[in-house]
């Protein structure tokens, strides 16, 4: 898929090449954070329930 894309970025004028690298970059980032973010707390969350269970058994 990613290769693909790619190949007919570099099938583009390079100007046009640079635009869309930055726009799939962008993309990528701004679809990367919120999911990192949702990924992080979800972790933090499995932690506290485990650290719940270990205060409960006590």
């Given at each position: 898929?990613?290769?693909e894309t790619l190949n007919i970025i570099r099938s583009m004028k390079?100007?046009?090449e640079r635009f869309v690298l930055m726009g799939l970059y962008e993309l990528f980032v701004?679809?990367?954070v919120p999911m990192l973010?949702?990924?992080f707390?979800?972790?933090l969350?499995?932690?506290e329930?485990?650290?719940?269970?270990i205060k409960n058994e006590d």
């Open positions: 898929m990613l290769s390079v100007k046009q701004t679809a990367s973010k949702l990924l707390v979800r972790k969350e499995k932690i329930d485990v650290n719940r269970d």
